[in-house]
């Protein structure tokens, strides 16, 4: 690193810079890389401290839940009841040990999948280009960065075709800056060092390579302090609603304590003396007990963390949390086509020349192959006029290319886009290597491909001047050109030669052939002489070349699981609409003319006619990343909830717009990728389906253990409401729940089975049902007289239990007896309700008793750890509790086991009453 004696990096020329970092245009070895990975440590941006162990433990504890538990057990040593305040302190102890180590799981799951989302890089290391990861990257590496890319390091511009970059998070300047390789004025301010690129930047055209100087926190983005933590933790939408939900239950637990004490009070005033104050205050923290849903944070995090482990097992990283609500509503899902709805495993198949056709054979990049016309199989051998006009179709189709053609583990990959590696395995077939014509064709300057323009150019040295190579869309590329290439001969292209070539490309494109263009143009003079516009028109047109891409198997399963989930897919593909078309059908998509639309023809559709029919449109051909724009916003407009894929530096607006935008996390750019909530990490259609059907389960176990829970809680009031109301009349004055066996529901038998309702399968209708509201609450309709009417069965059911016993004439060992029965009644309730809450419209019966391994589990380490808390005598002391016998058991199953009952009617009747749209 430079010093305040030596020049700046700048200001060197680039063998200055070689010989200071010891590195070469070849990069670094393998060996050196990683001793300077030792030295430099990864390119990462060192973190702020986290909070120490200790304060995250106690954090647990600042709940308004927890408060209501903590005033309860104060109020309960103050009136002498110090047996059930020591139990509600050490089991809010308990529900603090398990949030922390819930937090942590979800901490530890979330860094994983941050490790997973860590960016690739492409870098030169020992002459050859290779992928690391971009923490992995290390001062003397030759970075080679493209349109997209969001660069990891700073570095000295080595090369540069009209390259880029967007600096605005570093300088705030808003404008795209030009780089060059060109040494710039030591003195230059960190804005004007052109021949520098920074950390953090992204590149927003073109293409170079660059060396790279500084990593990690020796970057200028690594000395800006506000910048040195990027990620911040926020809550989802479903966590603010659950802690709204929280508050709310506070708020009511409050009021129930203050009412049942004034009640007690009001109607034993003046008589009341200690004993009855002491007993109406018992009850109000019974009620406060019973109220809270103390291990619901808990059991929220162990969801999300295991939901979001599992899309990552599918391919799909979730980087914002409010995706996984949304996905469960999402009514329209965009796409892309090739890569994402098709294996992006382009391969030419027919070559048409001005003079003559070709057919090619071969599949995927593999350049094991021929070139066929007619009976010949041998390029050599084909008439003279096909053979050098295929010659200067292959030299267009090498130099205006920036991809690479390489073979890894005996397999033939690409390294750059798939549609210019299929024309080099294309070239390879007719015996052409890509790296001689390269060199005897240098590039003197390029102008990228992009949406927009539809074509690249590059310019060469050529022995007799400058030569000009021209691929993109045939339209373009045709209407551009004034000659035709026949042989070695430049011919007038005609309007009607024209109108002929352009009815071939429909053929092509009918046949679901991606069509290119390919033409060129030698220039008289200097480079300088020639605008932009000049080196564009005015071509001699050479061919067309139609490829393949096939679709990708499971996304016709995937698509049928879409529109039965009542998801629309479009497709948004800028190929031309024939192309389109034969694509959609061969996948079932509905693609008659009237459900395909041109970008051309959105531009001249107004906002209001476009509100009307884009309901019924589902391909987009000869799209831009400004139509996906104007897309999604009328379809938001609509009212659906609309997910967009994206890979391009234009698509990131879209991306922002949507509201799931999903990036490619293959051929994606960084740019998209931060733009984005989900990356996929195999760019495959049928992972988004994956990720939302992955969604609705999450959201879909949420609402099963909240349902459980608040049933309980619901039971438990009313239990504890009707027992104060009967108390002078029909029942003891003592509870049939102490607060200490109610917390020890609420926490011990509760979050067991409550965590096993979180890792529910998916069932079979998930994807049958129509996406959930926008901003639907947790808690709808159903849910409510579900938590209710089940809450209604455990509570009366176990008051029945404790009566049976007649607790007015009992006191001593036969009142522990009773409320033992009345207790463990309540325990078993729980446990069969747990079954029903696996489905809140389906029978358990249907559902089956073993297919969720863990509720089974879950119930049976329950009712074990409860048979300790009746038969042991320490544990005995500490809940109040007694022996039961054989016909207590009896009893209690008999009458908990109706619940099974109850539930089955519930279900039926939902079935029969309940809108289908509400579920």
């Not at 029903?836 to 879950?858: E, H, K, M, P, W």
Request: hydrophobic share 40%; proline share 4%.
């Amino acid at each position: 690193m430079s010093n305040g004696s030596e020049p700046s990096w700048h200001n060197l020329d680039q063998e200055g810079c070689f010989e200071r970092i010891c590195s070469s245009s070849n990069g670094l070895t393998s060996d050196e890389a990683s001793e300077r990975l030792e030295r430099y440590g990864p390119n990462v941006l060192e973190e702020k401290k986290k909070t120490p162990a200790i304060i995250r433990f106690l954090e647990q504890y600042n709940s308004v839940l927890i408060w209501i538990l903590i005033a309860a057990a104060v109020f309960s040593y103050l009136i002498g009841d110090t047996k059930d305040a020591v139990v509600i302190f050490i089991v809010i102890t308990l529900n603090a040990i398990l949030g922390f180590a819930q937090e942590s799981r979800g901490e530890k799951a979330m860094e994983a999948l941050q490790n997973l989302a860590d960016p690739r890089a492409t870098v030169i290391r020992g002459g050859k280009q290779t992928e690391v990861r971009a923490s992995e990257l290390v001062p003397g590496d030759v970075l080679v960065i493209s349109e997209g890319v969001r660069i990891p390091v700073d570095g000295r511009v080595l090369t540069a075709n009209s390259l880029k970059v967007d600096e605005s998070p570093l300088t705030g300047e808003s404008k795209p800056v030009r780089k060059m390789p060109d040494r710039v004025p030591e003195k230059s301010i960190l804005s004007d060092r052109t021949s520098m690129v920074f950390s953090g930047t992204t590149v927003v055209h073109g293409n170079g390579e660059v060396l790279i100087t500084g990593t990690g926190m020796n970057t200028e983005i690594g000395k800006i302090a506000t910048m040195v933590q990027q990620v911040e933790d926020v809550d989802t939408p479903l966590q603010k609603r659950l802690d709204t939900l929280g508050k709310q239950i506070a708020i009511y637990a409050g009021v129930i304590c203050v009412l049942v004490v004034m009640i007690g009070v009001i109607a034993n005033w003046p008589l009341a003396g200690r004993e009855d104050w002491n007993y109406w205050i018992l009850a109000g923290v019974s009620m406060a007990v019973a109220v809270v849903p103390e291990g619901l944070p808990a059991i929220v995090t162990v969801a999300l963390a295991l939901g979001f482990q599992e899309m990552a097992k599918r391919h799909a990283i979730v980087r914002k949390l409010n995706a996984v609500e949304t996905l469960g509503s999402t009514t329209v899902i965009c796409t892309d086509k090739t890569g994402t709805l098709t294996k992006n495993e382009i391969t030419v198949k027919k070559v048409i020349l001005p003079s003559g056709e070709i057919t090619v054979t071969g599949s995927g990049f593999d350049p094991k192959g021929h070139l066929k016309m007619g009976d010949l199989t041998d390029v050599k051998r084909f008439p003279n006029k096909v053979r050098q006009s295929v010659s200067t179709l292959l030299t267009i189709g090498v130099c205006c290319n920036n991809s690479r053609l390489e073979k890894e583990d005996g397999m033939w990959k690409i390294r750059g886009d798939p549609t210019e590696g299929a024309l080099l395995s294309l070239a390879r077939k007719a015996g052409v290597q890509a790296t001689r014509v390269r060199m005897s064709n240098p590039q003197v300057k390029e102008i990228p491909f992009d949406s927009d323009r539809k074509r690249m150019v590059t310019v060469h040295m050529k022995e007799d001047g400058l030569m000009v190579y021209v691929k993109g869309a045939p339209d373009e590329i045709i209407n551009r050109s004034t000659y035709y290439l026949d042989g070695n001969v430049e011919r007038t292209f005609s309007a009607d030669r024209k109108w002929e070539y352009l009815g071939k490309n429909s053929d092509m494109a009918r046949n679901a052939q991606r069509v290119l263009a390919f033409a060129y143009k030698k220039l008289d003079g200097e480079l300088d002489d020639y605008s932009k516009e000049d080196l564009e028109k005015d071509l001699v047109f050479v061919g067309l070349t139609g490829s393949v891409d096939p679709p990708r198997p499971e996304v016709k399963d995937a698509l049928v699981s879409c529109r039965k989930a009542g998801i629309k897919v479009i497709m948004i593909t800028g190929d031309q609409p024939l192309t389109a078309m034969a694509v959609g059908r061969s996948l079932g998509m509905v693609a008659e003319e009237k459900n395909v639309l041109t970008g051309k023809e959105l531009d001249e559709i107004s906002d209001a006619d476009f509100m009307h029919m884009v309901n019924d449109i589902q391909i987009y051909s000869r799209a831009t990343p400004a139509h996906k724009m104007k897309i999604v916003s009328t379809l938001k407009g609509q009212g659906h909830v609309v997910a967009m894929t994206g890979d391009g530096v234009n698509d990131a607006p879209a991306l922002r717009q949507a509201d799931i935008g999903v990036a490619m996390g293959q051929k994606g750019t960084d740019v998209a990728r931060e733009a984005s909530e989900i990356t996929l990490t195999d760019d495959n259609f049928a992972t988004i389906v994956a990720a939302v059907e992955e969604g609705r389960k999450i959201f879909n176990n949420i609402k099963r253990f909240l349902r459980y829970q608040l049933s309980t809680n619901m039971g438990a009031i009313i239990l504890i409401i009707l027992a104060v109301l009967l108390s002078t009349t029909y029942l003891s004055k003592e509870l049939p729940l102490t607060p200490a066996q109610i917390l020890y529901i609420n926490i011990i038998i509760d979050g067991p089975p409550a965590m096993a309702l979180a890792m529910e399968p998916t069932t079979s209708d998930v994807m049958k049902r129509k996406p959930r509201k926008p901003g639907e609450g947790i808690l709808d309709r159903w849910m409510i007289i579900s938590v209710i009417f089940l809450g209604a069965v455990m509570g009366l059911g176990t008051l029945f239990l404790y009566w049976m016993y007649d607790p007015r004439s009992l006191d001593g060992a036969e009142l522990d007896h009773a409320q033992t029965v009345a207790f463990t009644g309540f325990v078993v309730f729980q446990v069969f309700n747990v079954l029903n809450c696996r489905s809140d419209d389906r029978s358990i019966f249907s559902i089956g008793f073993g297919t969720n391994r863990y509720v089974l589990a879950a119930i049976g380490g329950t009712l074990f750890i409860h048979l300790g808390v009746v038969y042991l005598p320490p544990i005995q002391e500490f809940f109040g509790t007694a022996p039961l016998e054989a016909m207590d058991w009896l009893y209690i199953f008999a009458m908990a086991s109706t619940i099974i009952v109850m539930n089955e009617i519930l279900v039926r009747a939902k079935a029969r009453y309940a809108d289908p749209e509400e579920y």
